[in-house]
Each structure stands twice: as C-alpha cells, then as structure tokens.
C-alpha cells in the first residue's frame, strides 16, 4: 500500500469515526501568551493536564510516543514564536533541544505532562523578563500586547489611540519613532507572521485563515499575504508541503 492509498483510508476512518483535532483559536491563544510573557495566563492554560488535551491527534499508536511527539511539535512551535517576538534565536533552538531530550527520557505520559508545564513557564518567563528589557515607553509596549492578543479581530490606531488615551496623531509619531514602523504596517506584518503558521500547521483554507485574522475579504487577505511574502497564501502552502514531504523522503 503506498503512501496515498494509506492517507485516502485514514482519511476515510477518521471521518467515519468523527475524529476532529482541537481549534485552532484556543491554541494560538497558548501561544501568543507565552510570547508575550504572560505567566499567569500560561500558568492557568496549563493547569490541566497536556496528556488529557482533547484533540491533539493520534501521531502514534503507542500512547506514551504519541505524547512525546505533540510535546515535541509544541515546544518547536513555541521556540519559534518566542524568535518572532524577540528571544535570541540561538537560545531558543537550544532550550527546545534541552527540553526535546528531556521528553525523551520520560517514561510516563505524567511525566511529559510535568515536563511541558515546567517548559511552557520557562519559555514564558524568558519573555517576560525580555519584554521588561525593551526599550519602549509604557503606551508601546501596551499597544504591542494589544495588538498580539487581538489578532482575530480588526484593529485601528483610533482604537489603539483611545486604549492608551492618547491622540491617534501623536501615538502615530511616537509608535514610528519606536519601533520604526507604522502602526498598520506592524498589524499586517504580525497577522501575515501568524497566517504563515496557520498555512504550515494547521488544516484551515485560506478563506479561513482570511476570516480569522478579520481580513476584509479572501482576495485583499491574499494580495497583503503577497507582499510581505513574495507568493500567494496557496503557493506558499504548496510550498510548504512539498518541503515537508522532501524531508519525510530523506528520512
């Protein structure tokens, strides 16, 4: 049975079964508060137990492996969100290989739950003490968080301007001289970052993707993707793909 043949019933079991993974939204809620270093927040996500997710997806048959690979595709996922919002690229990578061989030498699926809590904390207070090292004023840094933690929704520096109860002009100037970039200009670039990931990781179509984000519609979600990435959200996601399954070949 080749590969394909293998997917096509897979596919067909699953379906037939009802088998579903988690929502994306809860997950990039995960993520985007260990990248903004909120520890209280990631401490009460994860309270329950990272074993007894709902939805994580069968990866192995074997239980105990199953386990260790989504604690494996998480903490990849979270070294790399801390690299986009600023931790030293190096460090990251090696605090994610620490903690992969750290999963590997548990034998318990309690043990690999333990393990994620203490890595997610870690990871989250690292960048918590980096976003106290910035150099940016107080109603920056307010407008940053607000920004990665509305994603999903349409944001405006009107609405930017009245959460810091500044005027939409001076906060203009002051978030440009900054950060070096305009305010829409940040938004865009930090949705496309996020749409990125959701095109690598997740199942969701672009129009889906397009609405989540609050996108306007499909077409303009799709000419924006372009610019910042050189190719359509469908290229890049063909892309992606083919680069995986180059990889799987290797192996």
Sequence with gaps: MDIYKKWNYKEFVMREDNISHAPYGPEFDFYAAVKLGDIEKVTKLSENAFADKVGLGQLSEDP???????????VAMVARYCIERGMEHEA???????????ADQCTTM???????????????????????????SKPIVKCIDYIYENLN???????????VD???????????????IAISMYIQKRKIETAQNMLKYSDYSSSQIASILAFPTQSYFAQVFKKHI?????????H???ETEISRADL
């Excluded at 105990?64 to 998480?74: A, C, D, M, V």
């Excluded at 997610?120 to 976003?131: P, Q």
């Excluded at 050189?230 to 063909?238: A, D, F, L, R, V």
């Design 64 to 74: 105990l492996r199953n386990i260790r690979y989504h604690f494996i595709i998480t």
């Design 92 to 102: 990251a990578y090696r605090l994610s290989d620490f903690y992969i061989q750290q």
């Design 110 to 136: 309690k043990e690999v739950s333990r393990l994620h809590s203490i890595m997610t904390i870690d990871y989250t207070t690292k960048m918590s003490a980096l976003k106290k090292d910035k150099i940016f």
């Design 153 to 163: 929704t349409r944001i405006t520096v009107a609405m930017l301007a009245e959460y």
């Design 166 to 180: 500044l005027h939409p002009n001076y906060l203009s100037k002051l978030f440009i001289n900054e950060t070096g």
């Design 230 to 238: 050189g190719m359509t959200p469908k290229n890049y996601q063909e």
């Design 240 to 242: 992606c793909f083919r």
